[in-house]
């Protein structure tokens, strides 16, 4: 990632009162909503990506609040996962890649050069769209991440914090007699519940989930959607979703993104009961997307 450049934080659109919507076709123009928080966790501010000559994400300027769950919604390719990307700085390894903005976790400048890039990605924990186990045991996925951040020591401490994290991540009671089996001859909702243990081991602020019940089904999807619920006590968390149902169920806040922009920041509810730009009511009543 290139270094960030310093930019002003955007004032906050006007809201929209009543039934008017911004009638805009294009994305174009100031975020509608208020993409601004009293004491935010992340602080992003004008942050642009281009991958070689196309502009992925836009001058986008958003908060996100602690301890809890964001959603960002759109059409493929608006840049959902691309933006969530930034925020643990994951397109660093993406070639011909290039970020602009600045992001601050709680204080700190993900960018600055004095970031360790391991680190942050530890404080800053993902969840991708196809569960992801090492090829090694449960134990083993969990506890790998605690041993190379040298957070643990000792057999006994390691016991405890695999066995605290998989009961947050609620698959304790499903592994607990198969701890040193392979972590891939779980089923494909257990796998997704081991990689948020994993995810959870290493005690990160943030957690970001790409789609991440893209893959299950209903009853393991609802499964992981109990378990974000829970976690946002503890975590700030920021989840990418195709589905309206699950943003409503899981979010407080939401944000709506359209080729490269973010169109559209509020709570969720008033998201989904009264969008306050066109292209956020067209998507999420499926006239397009
Ligand atoms: N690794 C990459 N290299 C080059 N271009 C990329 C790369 N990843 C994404 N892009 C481009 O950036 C834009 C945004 O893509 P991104 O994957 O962020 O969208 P998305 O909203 O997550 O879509 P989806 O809902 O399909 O996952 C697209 O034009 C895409 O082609
Ligand atoms: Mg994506």
Redesign the pocket.
Known sequence: MSQSTTATPQAPAASHSGSSLVNASRAEGATVGNPLLDDPRISCRSVN?W??D?H??QDVTLDIGRNQVIA?I????????????CINRMNDT????RCTGKILLDQLDINSPQVDVVALRAQVGMVF?KPNPFPKSIYDNVIYGPRIHGLVRGRAEEDELVEASLVKAGLWNEVKDRLHQPGTGLSGGQQQRLCIARAIAVSPEVILM??PCSALDPIATAKVEELIDELRAQFTIVI?T?SMQQAARVSQRTAY?HL?RLVEVGETRKIFTKPGHQLTEDYITGRFG
């Open positions: 990506v991958y070689d196309n992925a994400i960002m759109g059409p493929s390719g608006c840049g959902k996962s691309t933006f969530l990307r993406v070639e011909g890649c769209q790409d789609e990418v195709h993104f490269g």
